[in-house]
């Protein structure tokens, strides 16, 4: 399975909850963090949603 690598390149601050709470989700926490993942519908789903906060590698 094709792995992704998301990196957090801009604060939660000021954004909706909802959004905050998917960017935990992910596995990020502050600016510059970043996480590998399975390339799933799920994680591609959550990464669309916050794609103004992240920068997405494939792997």
Known sequence: MKEVKIT???SVIGHPQRQKDTVKSLGLNKIGSSVIQNKTPDIEG???KVAHLVTVEEL
Do not use: D, E, T
């Open 46 to 48: 959550k990464v669309r």
């Open 8 to 10: 957090l390149v801009k």
